[in-house]
């Protein structure tokens, strides 16, 4: 069972940057980052590969995050910059097999980190 524990949430305004942390319990997956904000359903937003050499990201957040991945302390960290209101919502991070945007494809989830951005 792998185990993953987010960090690094919180409050910002507008136009604000943070950085988001994932730590794994296990190397060699791919590790995907979703959201959900209230009452919507969960929506992928970026993925990074095994070795941290390819990265994925959804339309609706392009341009504002970076993903990188330090495989020495199998920690995962997603920056995300240029933060709207609209970007508030729990992020989650997840372990799978495949470079996906799907939640059908990762396996293993962490609790979440609440991020609420202010206008």
């Known amino acids: 069972q792998v185990q993953l524990v987010e960090s690094g949430g919180g409050l910002v305004q507008a136009g604000g940057s943070l950085r988001l942390s994932c730590a794994t319990s296990?190397?060699?997956?791919?590790t995907g980052w979703f959201r959900q904000a209230p009452g919507k359903d969960r929506e992928f937003i970026a993925a990074?590969?095994?070795?941290?050499?390819?990265?994925y990201y959804a339309d609706s957040m392009k341009g504002r995050l970076t993903l990188s991945r330090d495989n020495a302390k199998n920690t995962v960290y997603l920056q995300m910059n240029s933060l709207k209101p609209d970007d508030t919502g729990i992020y989650y991070c997840?372990?799978?097999?495949?470079?996906?945007?799907?939640?059908?494809?990762?396996?293993?989830w962490g609790q979440g980190t609440q991020v609420t951005v202010s206008s």
């Open positions: 990074i590969s095994m070795s941290g050499g390819n990265t």
């Open positions: 997840a372990a799978g097999r495949v470079m996906s945007g799907s939640v059908s494809d990762f396996h293993y």
């Open positions: 296990e190397r060699g997956y791919v």
